[in-house]
């Protein structure tokens, strides 16, 4: 066996590498590998037919992210080319874009199916490879890890040769968005190892949050929320806001708290909470608790014995 070539420290350190690049700033990295899982019926088609849209005009990500312009491939072994046709037409793009396709081989992801992938790109100049559903793409178990890594080395050769890998996968049917999202993926746990970023999708009406589980090249992105907007022939997405995270909740929460009992001084729990209630707040009773027991620890309420020994709030004066 020939001698490993092992390096030093000083030798990484001293090394000088290029500043990252991102095909959609802080969510497809130029040389990366990405999963975008949702349940079923989540949108997460039509975003990934918006991100290549993006990329091939270089235009910004629902007027918020900017792209690097660059060719894309969709790989679609789901939708088939008539549904292709009219979501990429209602989505407003047009013939001249470096968009191309391939539908419904039922090729799976060998070592030479992904061989010839990487040079079609390369001769056509396309820097983002899209695949729908991961599924389609291999006959193995999806929950044993063995399985998944040599499926995931295989894409991974995409990654590796410098053009960025997007592939979209299902979620469990019992996962919720925010209660461990990477987990949330079908499959074995190699899945989200393997993957350079997760991109989490969840759906209310026409309203799409958008969040990452795990992102190797920067801080994980603060959650998006998208609107899917219909009108004749057109369909787009539209950007709605930042998702709060749950200290700006809990914040917001305890200033409408502070600002009742500053208004009704001396009030006591039952009446904040028929107040909460009238108002039309969902202030669940712990969670009025948790608020007080907060704002008395800070400081900034005090509490007083009143008739029948109920417990009155005040506002502190500094």
């Given at each position: 066996?020939?001698?490993?070539d092992?390096?030093?420290?000083?030798?990484?350190l001293?090394?000088?590498?290029?500043?990252?690049r991102?095909?959609?700033?802080?969510?497809?990295?130029?040389?990366?590998?990405?999963?975008?899982?949702?349940?079923?019926?989540?949108?997460?088609?039509?975003?990934?037919?918006?991100?290549?849209?993006?990329?091939?005009?270089?235009?910004?990500?629902?007027?918020?992210?900017?792209?690097?312009?660059?060719?894309?491939?969709?790989?679609?072994?789901?939708?088939?080319?008539?549904?292709?046709?009219?979501?990429?037409?209602?989505?407003?793009?047009?013939?001249?874009?470096?968009?191309?396709?391939?539908s419904r081989?039922?090729?799976?992801?060998?070592?030479?199916?992904?061989?010839?992938?990487?040079?079609?790109?390369?001769?056509?100049?396309?820097?983002?490879v899209m695949?729908?559903?991961?599924?389609?793409?291999?006959?193995?178990?999806?929950?044993?890890?063995?399985?998944?890594?040599?499926?995931?080395?295989?894409?991974?050769?995409?990654?590796?040769?410098?053009?960025?890998?997007?592939?979209?996968?299902?979620?469990?049917?019992?996962?919720?968005?925010?209660?461990?999202?990477?987990?949330?993926?079908?499959?074995?746990?190699?899945?989200?190892?393997?993957?350079?970023?997760h991109?989490?999708?969840?759906?209310k009406?026409?309203?799409?949050?958008i969040?990452?589980?795990?992102?190797?090249?920067?801080?994980?992105?603060?959650?998006?929320?998208?609107?899917?907007?219909?009108?004749?022939?057109?369909?787009?997405?539209?950007?709605?806001?930042?998702?709060?995270?749950?200290?700006?909740?809990?914040?917001?929460?305890?200033?409408?708290?502070?600002?009742?009992?500053?208004?009704?001084?001396?009030?006591?729990?039952?009446?904040?909470?028929?107040?909460?209630?009238?108002?039309?707040?969902?202030?669940?009773?712990?969670?009025?608790?948790?608020?007080?027991?907060?704002?008395?620890?800070?400081?900034?309420?005090?509490?007083?014995?009143?008739?029948?020994?109920?417990?009155k709030?005040?506002?502190?004066?500094?």
């Amino acid at each position: 066996m020939k001698k490993l070539d092992i390096k030093s420290l000083g030798e990484l350190l001293a090394r000088e590498y290029p500043p990252q690049r991102w095909l959609i700033d802080g969510l497809v990295p130029c040389d990366g590998l990405v999963m975008m899982s949702s349940a079923p019926a989540n949108y997460k088609t039509w975003l990934m037919m918006q991100f290549a849209i993006s990329v091939a005009k270089g235009e910004k990500l629902f007027d918020h992210f900017s792209t690097e312009q660059s060719g894309v491939l969709v790989v679609d072994e789901e939708s088939g080319e008539r549904a292709l046709q009219e979501r990429f037409k209602r989505l407003g793009t047009n013939e001249d874009l470096a968009i191309y396709y391939l539908s419904r081989l039922g090729r799976k992801a060998t070592k030479d199916y992904i061989d010839n992938i990487i040079e079609i790109c390369q001769e056509k100049g396309i820097g983002l490879v899209m695949f729908d559903s991961l599924i389609r793409f291999h006959s193995g178990n999806e929950n044993d890890s063995v399985e998944m890594a040599q499926v995931m080395n295989e894409f991974k050769k995409i990654s590796d040769a410098g053009i960025a890998c997007l592939i979209l996968h299902h979620n469990r049917k019992s996962s919720l968005l925010g209660s461990n999202m990477g987990e949330s993926m079908r499959g074995s746990g190699d899945l989200l190892a393997a993957c350079d970023i997760h991109i989490a999708i969840a759906r209310k009406k026409n309203v799409v949050t958008i969040s990452q589980s795990k992102n190797r090249y920067c801080e994980e992105m603060t959650p998006i929320k998208v609107k899917f907007v219909s009108a004749g022939e057109k369909s787009w997405f539209e950007f709605s806001e930042y998702q709060k995270t749950k200290d700006e909740k809990m914040d917001e929460m305890k200033q409408v708290v502070f600002a009742t009992i500053a208004e009704f001084a001396g009030i006591n729990r039952s009446e904040l909470m028929r107040r909460f209630k009238q108002s039309s707040l969902d202030m669940p009773v712990n969670k009025v608790n948790d608020l007080l027991k907060s704002l008395l620890e800070d400081g900034d309420i005090y509490t007083e014995r009143g008739e029948k020994n109920a417990v009155k709030y005040f506002v502190k004066n500094n």
